[in-house]
């Protein structure tokens, strides 16, 4: 069964430094996510990724984060100083439609440790 | 903004007993729901998924029920197994919000053999 995979599965780095998370979408999904979740806490939406461009993002997202679809497969999820409180589980999707239709395949996370 | 309510973070229930989770949400937007399932050290797995034009929907041991009155949706786990241990999300989305989940806090089940 296809599934999304994300690497590394544990990332730990120093305040300040910059951390690029990878995922790979299922192969014929064509809309692509990021959530993360604070330990203790709900998912919360990142951002939204659709022909190349980002189509939706929350107030969570602001100037630090970035994504990309570098090839065809891989989706980088970049945080470019990280802070104490980047600290969470992140969490790649992707589904086949997008508009809140269909569900959203969840990849195993990448627990982000920023000390 | 917590958008989507699930206000009970554990439940235990016995083998082959009902499982009840509750989930309630505020914005009258919403109108296409799902349930996750999450293992620890794993991501979200789907469940079940209802759309608003529904009061029900049904997949072998998993119903969910839906009422938009009082903006609450429900998942009943019959019979529940040791399996089911996890925690559960509920996510809503709606079509003229794009195309995020809004997820609730989860609450934990524990099945008890």
């Known amino acids: 069964e296809p599934e999304v995979t994300q690497t590394p599965s544990h990332q730990v780095t120093q305040m300040g430094q910059e951390v690029i998370l990878r995922c790979v979408p299922i192969?014929?999904?064509?809309?692509f996510y990021w959530y993360r979740q604070i330990l203790g806490q709900k998912v919360e939406f990142l951002v939204s990724?659709?022909?190349?461009?980002?189509?939706?993002k929350s107030e969570i997202f602001d100037d630090q984060f970035s994504v990309e679809r570098p090839d065809g497969s891989n989706f980088t999820l970049k945080i470019r100083s990280t802070k104490l409180e980047d600290s969470a589980m992140y969490f790649c999707?992707?589904?086949?439609?997008?508009?809140?239709?269909?569900?959203?395949?969840f990849g195993p996370g990448t627990r982000l440790t920023v000390l | 903004d917590q958008q989507v309510k699930q206000n009970s973070p554990s439940l235990s229930v016995q083998e082959g007993r009902i499982s009840i989770l509750n989930c309630d949400y505020t914005n009258s937007m919403f109108d296409y729901f799902l349930w996750y399932k999450k293992y620890p050290a794993e991501g979200p797995t789907f469940l079940i998924s209802?759309?608003?034009?529904?009061d029900k929907n049904e997949d072998g041991r998993f119903t969910v029920f839906l009422n938009k009155s009082a903006k609450h949706l429900s998942l009943h786990i019959v019979p529940s197994q040791p399996g089911d241990s996890a925690v559960y999300f509920c996510?809503?989305?709606?079509?003229?919000?794009?195309?995020?989940?809004?997820f609730g806090t989860g609450t934990s089940l524990t099945v008890i053999p």
């Open positions: 209802i759309s608003s034009i529904k």
């Open positions: 996510a809503a989305s709606a079509v003229f919000m794009g195309n995020q989940f809004y």
């Open positions: 192969s014929n999904h064509l809309y």
């Open positions: 999707a992707s589904s086949e439609s997008g508009r809140g239709r269909g569900e959203q395949f």
């Open positions: 990724f659709y022909n190349n461009e980002i189509s939706e």
